[in-house]
Protein backbone atom coordinates (compact mmCIF):
# COMPACT_ATOMS: atom_id res chain seq x y z
CA UNK A 1 0.00 0.00 0.00
CA UNK A 2 1.17 3.61 -0.71
CA UNK A 3 0.01 6.65 0.57
CA UNK A 4 0.29 10.41 -0.90
CA UNK A 5 0.12 13.71 0.33
CA UNK A 6 -1.96 16.01 -1.15
CA UNK A 7 -1.55 19.48 -0.20
CA UNK A 8 -3.97 22.23 -1.20
CA UNK A 9 -2.72 25.80 -2.94
CA UNK A 10 -2.88 27.09 0.60
CA UNK A 11 -1.67 24.69 2.49
CA UNK A 12 1.43 23.42 3.80
CA UNK A 13 2.10 21.46 6.34
CA UNK A 14 2.13 17.53 6.13
CA UNK A 15 0.90 15.33 9.09
CA UNK A 16 1.50 11.84 9.82
CA UNK A 17 -1.18 9.51 7.62
CA UNK A 18 -3.35 6.85 8.96
CA UNK A 19 -3.43 3.28 8.06
CA UNK A 20 -6.26 1.84 6.41
CA UNK A 21 -6.05 -1.30 4.67
CA UNK A 22 -7.71 -0.84 1.44
CA UNK A 23 -5.77 1.12 -1.71
CA UNK A 24 -3.89 4.37 -2.29
CA UNK A 25 -5.51 7.09 0.38
CA UNK A 26 -4.04 10.86 0.28
CA UNK A 27 -3.54 12.96 3.34
CA UNK A 28 -5.11 16.04 2.21
CA UNK A 29 -4.20 19.22 4.32
CA UNK A 30 -5.34 22.52 3.55
CA UNK A 31 -3.88 25.46 6.08
CA UNK A 32 -6.16 28.27 4.78
CA UNK A 33 -9.18 26.93 5.78
CA UNK A 34 -8.07 25.27 8.65
CA UNK A 35 -8.73 21.24 8.40
CA UNK A 36 -7.30 17.74 6.97
CA UNK A 37 -9.39 14.89 5.98
CA UNK A 38 -8.28 11.52 4.67
CA UNK A 39 -9.27 10.90 0.58
CA UNK A 40 -10.07 7.16 -0.91
CA UNK A 41 -8.09 7.78 -4.02
CA UNK A 42 -6.82 11.54 -5.14
CA UNK A 43 -9.58 14.05 -5.45
CA UNK A 44 -9.94 16.92 -7.79
CA UNK A 45 -11.18 20.41 -7.31
CA UNK A 46 -13.61 21.99 -8.69
CA UNK A 47 -15.12 25.43 -8.19
CA UNK A 48 -19.07 26.00 -7.35
CA UNK A 49 -21.35 28.07 -5.45
CA UNK A 50 -23.62 27.57 -2.27
CA UNK A 51 -26.22 29.65 -1.36
CA UNK A 52 -27.08 29.73 2.22
CA UNK A 53 -30.21 29.49 3.92
CA UNK A 54 -31.35 33.23 3.83
CA UNK A 55 -30.30 33.26 0.65
CA UNK A 56 -26.72 34.43 0.61
CA UNK A 57 -24.38 33.26 -2.35
CA UNK A 58 -21.31 32.09 -1.74
CA UNK A 59 -18.07 30.40 -3.39
CA UNK A 60 -17.48 27.05 -2.49
CA UNK A 61 -14.60 24.81 -3.44
CA UNK A 62 -15.52 21.17 -4.22
CA UNK A 63 -13.37 18.07 -3.95
CA UNK A 64 -14.69 15.03 -5.73
CA UNK A 65 -13.22 11.04 -6.07
CA UNK A 66 -15.54 8.61 -8.44
CA UNK A 67 -13.66 4.95 -8.40
CA UNK A 68 -13.84 1.76 -7.06
CA UNK A 69 -14.72 3.30 -3.61
CA UNK A 70 -18.01 5.12 -4.55
CA UNK A 71 -18.34 9.08 -5.09
CA UNK A 72 -16.87 11.12 -2.57
CA UNK A 73 -16.96 15.08 -2.39
CA UNK A 74 -15.83 17.23 0.11
CA UNK A 75 -17.49 21.23 0.13
CA UNK A 76 -15.86 23.70 1.50
CA UNK A 77 -17.47 27.02 2.33
CA UNK A 78 -16.68 30.40 3.76
CA UNK A 79 -19.29 31.55 6.22
CA UNK A 80 -17.32 34.85 6.75
CA UNK A 81 -18.87 37.03 4.09
CA UNK A 82 -22.52 36.28 5.45
CA UNK A 83 -22.69 39.25 8.07
CA UNK A 84 -21.57 41.78 5.79
CA UNK A 85 -24.15 40.94 2.84
CA UNK A 86 -27.17 40.35 5.16
CA UNK A 87 -26.30 43.61 7.24
CA UNK A 88 -26.14 45.30 3.90
CA UNK A 89 -29.59 43.77 3.25
CA UNK A 90 -31.48 44.42 6.57
CA UNK A 91 -31.08 48.37 6.17
CA UNK A 92 -33.40 48.16 2.65
CA UNK A 93 -36.19 46.68 4.75
CA UNK A 94 -39.22 48.34 5.20
CA UNK A 95 -39.54 49.90 8.73
CA UNK A 96 -40.87 47.61 11.34
CA UNK A 97 -40.48 44.32 9.20
CA UNK A 98 -38.39 42.58 12.02
CA UNK A 99 -38.80 38.93 9.91
CA UNK A 100 -36.42 41.22 7.03
CA UNK A 101 -34.26 43.06 9.40
CA UNK A 102 -33.96 40.62 12.61
CA UNK A 103 -32.76 41.61 16.07
CA UNK A 104 -29.89 41.80 18.13
CA UNK A 105 -30.04 37.97 18.55
CA UNK A 106 -30.10 36.58 15.48
CA UNK A 107 -28.32 39.20 13.91
CA UNK A 108 -29.26 42.20 11.23
CA UNK A 109 -30.87 40.23 8.55
CA UNK A 110 -30.39 37.24 10.14
CA UNK A 111 -27.05 36.63 9.68
CA UNK A 112 -26.11 35.07 12.89
CA UNK A 113 -28.88 32.32 12.90
CA UNK A 114 -27.42 31.89 9.15
CA UNK A 115 -24.43 31.00 10.28
CA UNK A 116 -25.43 29.28 13.30
CA UNK A 117 -27.60 26.87 11.25
CA UNK A 118 -24.79 26.04 8.57
CA UNK A 119 -24.40 22.52 9.84
CA UNK A 120 -28.29 21.84 9.82
CA UNK A 121 -28.98 23.19 6.84
CA UNK A 122 -26.53 20.99 4.91
CA UNK A 123 -27.98 18.19 6.02
CA UNK A 124 -31.42 19.41 5.77
CA UNK A 125 -30.31 19.91 2.44
CA UNK A 126 -29.56 16.11 1.16
CA UNK A 127 -32.14 15.28 2.71
CA UNK A 128 -35.46 17.63 1.39
CA UNK A 129 -33.47 17.34 -2.49
CA UNK A 130 -33.51 13.42 -2.97
CA UNK A 131 -35.42 10.76 -2.96
CA UNK A 132 -34.02 8.89 0.67
CA UNK A 133 -34.58 6.84 3.75
CA UNK A 134 -32.88 8.49 6.52
CA UNK A 135 -31.39 5.94 8.85
CA UNK A 136 -29.15 7.69 11.25
CA UNK A 137 -28.92 11.71 12.00
CA UNK A 138 -27.68 12.88 15.41
CA UNK A 139 -25.29 15.44 16.62
CA UNK A 140 -21.79 15.05 16.22
CA UNK A 141 -18.16 16.53 17.46
CA UNK A 142 -14.63 15.80 16.23
CA UNK A 143 -11.42 17.69 18.19
CA UNK A 144 -14.62 19.25 19.95
CA UNK A 145 -16.08 20.95 17.04
CA UNK A 146 -19.35 20.66 17.01
CA UNK A 147 -21.48 19.60 13.94
CA UNK A 148 -24.25 16.39 12.53
CA UNK A 149 -23.83 13.64 10.52
CA UNK A 150 -26.51 11.86 8.38
CA UNK A 151 -26.70 8.30 6.88
CA UNK A 152 -29.01 7.53 4.38
CA UNK A 153 -30.05 4.42 1.62
CA UNK A 154 -30.93 6.30 -1.94
CA UNK A 155 -34.75 4.64 -2.67
CA UNK A 156 -34.12 4.35 -6.07
CA UNK A 157 -30.94 1.95 -6.13
CA UNK A 158 -30.54 1.21 -2.67
CA UNK A 159 -27.13 2.66 -2.59
CA UNK A 160 -26.18 4.18 0.91
CA UNK A 161 -24.57 7.64 1.78
CA UNK A 162 -22.97 8.93 4.77
CA UNK A 163 -22.31 12.27 5.33
CA UNK A 164 -20.88 14.78 7.59
CA UNK A 165 -20.59 18.65 7.96
CA UNK A 166 -18.79 20.73 10.69
CA UNK A 167 -18.37 24.66 11.02
CA UNK A 168 -14.68 25.63 12.03
CA UNK A 169 -13.55 29.34 12.17
CA UNK A 170 -16.61 30.27 9.95
CA UNK A 171 -15.19 27.49 7.06
CA UNK A 172 -18.45 24.77 6.35
CA UNK A 173 -17.34 21.57 5.31
CA UNK A 174 -19.77 19.10 4.41
CA UNK A 175 -18.45 15.40 3.49
CA UNK A 176 -20.52 13.07 1.50
CA UNK A 177 -20.11 9.13 0.50
CA UNK A 178 -22.14 7.10 -1.77
CA UNK A 179 -21.55 3.42 -1.92
CA UNK A 180 -23.12 1.04 -4.28
CA UNK A 181 -25.99 -1.21 -2.22
CA UNK A 182 -24.02 -4.07 -0.21
CA UNK A 183 -20.67 -2.24 -0.01
CA UNK A 184 -19.19 -1.77 3.70
CA UNK A 185 -20.37 1.83 4.76
CA UNK A 186 -18.23 4.70 3.77
CA UNK A 187 -16.99 6.11 6.80
CA UNK A 188 -13.43 7.18 5.44
CA UNK A 189 -14.17 11.14 5.33
CA UNK A 190 -16.73 11.11 8.35
CA UNK A 191 -13.90 9.68 10.33
CA UNK A 192 -10.67 10.89 9.58
CA UNK A 193 -11.40 14.88 9.95
CA UNK A 194 -9.02 17.20 11.38
CA UNK A 195 -9.12 20.69 12.47
CA UNK A 196 -5.54 23.27 12.52
CA UNK A 197 -5.17 26.53 14.26
CA UNK A 198 -3.93 29.45 12.04
CA UNK A 199 -0.23 28.71 11.94
CA UNK A 200 -1.27 25.40 10.78
CA UNK A 201 -0.77 23.06 13.59
CA UNK A 202 -3.45 19.77 14.88
CA UNK A 203 -5.71 21.36 17.30
CA UNK A 204 -8.18 19.94 20.01
CA UNK A 205 -10.66 22.37 21.70
CA UNK A 206 -11.25 22.07 25.54
CA UNK A 207 -14.98 22.22 25.04
CA UNK A 208 -17.37 22.37 22.26
CA UNK A 209 -16.64 24.93 19.74
CA UNK A 210 -20.21 25.72 18.48
CA UNK A 211 -18.63 28.30 15.68
CA UNK A 212 -20.92 31.11 17.67
CA UNK A 213 -21.04 33.82 15.59
CA UNK A 214 -21.47 36.36 17.92
CA UNK A 215 -18.57 38.29 18.44
CA UNK A 216 -19.12 38.83 22.10
CA UNK A 217 -18.33 34.98 22.72
CA UNK A 218 -15.04 33.84 22.94
CA UNK A 219 -13.39 30.84 20.98
CA UNK A 220 -13.33 27.73 23.25
CA UNK A 221 -9.07 27.59 24.04
CA UNK A 222 -7.42 24.38 22.52
CA UNK A 223 -5.75 21.82 24.84
CA UNK A 224 -2.48 22.15 25.22
CA UNK A 225 -0.01 20.12 22.68
CA UNK A 226 2.84 17.66 23.38
CA UNK A 227 6.42 18.93 22.81
CA UNK A 228 8.03 16.97 20.44
CA UNK A 229 11.60 16.11 20.08
CA UNK A 230 14.23 18.40 17.64
CA UNK A 231 11.54 20.96 17.59
CA UNK A 232 9.24 18.63 15.53
CA UNK A 233 5.61 19.86 14.98
CA UNK A 234 3.06 17.69 16.80
CA UNK A 235 0.72 15.38 15.01
CA UNK A 236 -2.55 16.16 13.86
CA UNK A 237 -4.33 14.68 17.30
CA UNK A 238 -1.60 15.06 20.07
CA UNK A 239 -1.44 11.85 22.39
CA UNK A 240 -1.69 12.51 25.80
CA UNK A 241 -2.33 15.86 25.36
CA UNK A 242 -4.29 17.70 28.32
Given at each position: ?13 A ?20 F ?34 G ?27 E ?9 L ?29 A ?104
Open positions: MRFRLLLSSALLVTAAPVFAQEDYTEFVNKEDQTITFPGKPTLSDSTWVTEYGVTLPAKVWTINGATRHTLTVVDYTPVERVLVEKAFNCPPGATCSGVGDTGGYWKNDVRGATTYAMAKIVTERDVKVTHMFNFTEMVAGMEIQLTNNKDQSRTFASAYLHANKLIVAESTVPKGFPPPTVLQQSFGFLSKDGRGIRYQYLNHNEPDHAVPTPPVRGQVAQPNGARPDRIDPGAQ
